[in-house]
């Protein structure tokens, strides 16, 4: 059975009540399983200790968040601390901490061999960097996850289907040949973090280990999963991992206010059945899922709900309860969905369709040239 | 951006008497195109590795030899760029001429050397992303006062301005692009619209 982590500390990593990196997404998820029927039993994970943070970030930066968690009235610009984007509020360093911890506990399970399949309800923080908190994310609790498994000897491929470029991961594994890393992202021509393209490949012995590809705005759900497949298949059977590590952001759905790509429940299905296919062709069915991005709370709760009943097995249930429905219907705003999945054509037709797809394979074949010379 | 900031510094040069043969393999061990010539100390010439290639070439109605001398294949006079001009007036000046490279001289000292690529280096550099950001793409009336209002909104936000780029596009106003450091470009780009200002990117169906 798979191992799902949560722990209700990682709701203090929250920033302002308007702010989208909200955590009643998760708390909309559990409800939902609860009210649905659907069995469900949490792991409560330890938080990293400072050590643990350290594999990772610096110490300097590790000193201005404790600091700047213990007065959040004075930023510290230069780590992007106290920014726009990352608000800081007293006591949010636990909550990260806490976050860090559980992702970490993922991976120690599946080095242990105590777990195969893991989905931590939280964490998926793949901006933040050594020393720069940056896109609402602390600490990078996927790199500490990963550097745990490096330091094994093991092997790690990183998936990341946010919409946003998984550019922490890469930057921190950016010359490290053990860990493979593929994002998914629309192109940072238009999309925060502005990087993500073909041609950054890794450095010194981590070249050829670093793969994006970068997607156009308005990009659709069947190009997206055709895209995926030419890339992840070959590079997963080059590079064999022993552990895959997915970052399923949720907000490349059409309703995210916060980017442009046209992705469905449906498409998110399928990409979830890829997910768990590659697992088990590639890693030996090793698999450590976290959260990530996903900004609509209409969408998103419906999106990590499709992900657990898809990793466990059980059917997709069509009907939302109304219980649920009900008592989240400030969040789930004026006019609230009714089924788990997406209605048919939800969006309309986009008239540039055949221009972005074939960009998109595109993108796609670039990088596949590029890496070709190198995995020899 | 000026000449001097990106320029390579002590160039690798050539005296008018090395010969062809010489110059060729010079430029290959330094994986080089071209060689400034100098003759005591001051800039006589210029040969490229075109010129040496077309000189010798058996093509050419008479061929020099690999013991010719660079003195005799150089072109001179060689334009030469200051360490003090803007990159634009050099890159003008190269695409006027059509050539690849500029010695850069102080008084009538050689003391750099760039290429087309080193220009290009710096088209990345103004243009690249160097920070996590998001892209704001804007259209402003080309008027006194109009990027103070933009600017002024975006401080008004907390939002710290990585980079901007401007250009003038067909209808004769400024396009803008600006790099900021928020991931929440749509939700600023509405708070701007709702402010008057005219958004091209991210894309939105309307603000009001």
């Not at chain 1, 709900?305 to 249930?317: C, D, S």
Request: glycine letters at 8%; aromatic letters at 8%.
């Amino acid at each position: 059975m798979p191992v799902v982590l949560y722990h209700p500390e990682y709701g203090a990593y929250a920033f302002d009540a308007d702010h989208p990196f909200s955590p009643l997404r998760i708390e909309m998820v559990l409800d939902l399983l609860h009210e649905a029927g659907v069995p469900v039993e949490l792991v409560a994970p330890e938080s990293a200790t400072q050590d643990e943070l350290a594999t990772v970030h610096d110490s300097a930066y590790l000193g201005a968040v404790a600091d700047v968690s213990r007065s959040p009235a004075d930023p510290r610009f230069e780590y992007g601390l106290g920014t726009q984007d990352n608000p800081m509020k007293a006591g949010m360093d636990l909550g990260a901490a806490r976050i860090a911890g559980g992702t970490l506990t993922g991976a120690r399970m599946i080095a242990e061999g105590k777990a195969s399949k893991v989905l931590q309800m939280g964490g998926g923080l793949h901006h933040a960097r050594a020393a720069l908190a940056s896109g609402f994310c602390l600490f990078n609790d996927l790199a500490i996850a990963i550097r745990d498994l490096t330091s094994r000897g093991l092997h790690v491929a990183y998936l990341d289907v946010d919409v946003h470029h998984g550019d922490g991961v890469q930057s921190i594994f950016f010359d490290d040949d053990h860990v493979l890393t593929l994002s998914l992202h629309e192109s940072g021509e238009y999309l925060f973090p502005g990087s993500g393209w073909t041609h950054e490949l890794g450095r010194g012995m981590g070249r050829g280990f670093k793969l994006n590809v970068p997607l156009e705005p308005f990009t659709e759900g069947d190009n997206y999963l055709e895209v995926l497949d030419m890339v992840a298949q070959p590079a997963l059977e080059y590079f064999r991992p022993d552990v895959l590590v997915v970052q399923a952001g949720a907000d490349a759905h059409f309703a995210d206010p916060l980017a442009d790509l046209l992705l469905t429940t449906q498409t998110y299905e399928a990409l979830f059945r890829r997910i768990l296919t590659y697992a088990d062709r590639f890693s030996a069915g090793r698999l450590l899922l976290t959260l990530g991005g996903g900004y609509s709370l209409e969408a998103t709760p419906r999106i990590w709900t499709i992900l657990y009943l898809v990793l466990f097995g059980y059917p997709i249930f069509e009907n939302l309860p109304a219980a649920w429905i009900e008592r989240w219907r400030k969040e789930l705003g004026p006019d609230p969905p009714r089924t788990l999945h997406d209605p048919p054509h939800p969006y309309e037709t986009i008239p540039r369709r055949e221009e972005i797809n074939r960009h998109n394979r595109l993108m796609a074949q670039r990088l596949l040239d590029a890496v070709s010379m190198l995995w020899l | 951006m000026l000449v001097r900031e990106i320029m390579h510094r002590n160039p690798i040069t050539a005296s008018p008497d090395l010969s062809l043969q010489d110059a060729y393999r010079l430029m290959n061990d330094r994986n080089i195109r071209h060689l400034p010539v100098l003759r005591e100390g001051r800039l006589v010439g210029l040969v490229t590795d075109r010129d040496l290639r077309l000189a010798t070439s058996s093509l050419a109605t008479r061929p020099f030899p690999p013991s010719a001398t660079v003195g005799e294949v150089m072109k001179s006079p060689v334009t030469t760029a200051d360490p003090l001009d803007p990159v634009e007036v050099a890159a003008h000046t190269m695409r006027e001429l059509k050539i690849g490279c500029m010695p850069v001289l102080e008084e009538d000292a050689l003391v750099g050397i760039f290429t087309g690529i080193d220009l290009l280096d710096a088209m990345i550099r103004l243009t690249g992303v160097h920070r996590p950001s998001g892209r704001l793409e804007v259209s402003l009336a080309d008027r006194p006062g109009e990027l103070a209002r933009l600017t002024g909104l975006l401080s008004e936000r907390d939002v710290n301005i990585q980079s901007i780029l401007s250009y003038p596009d067909e209808s004769g106003n400024l396009r803008l692009v600006l790099r900021v450091a928020s991931i929440e470009t749509r939700p600023l780009a509405e708070a701007l619209c709702k402010a008057g200002i005219t958004i091209v990117w991210p894309q939105q169906r309307s603000c009001r």
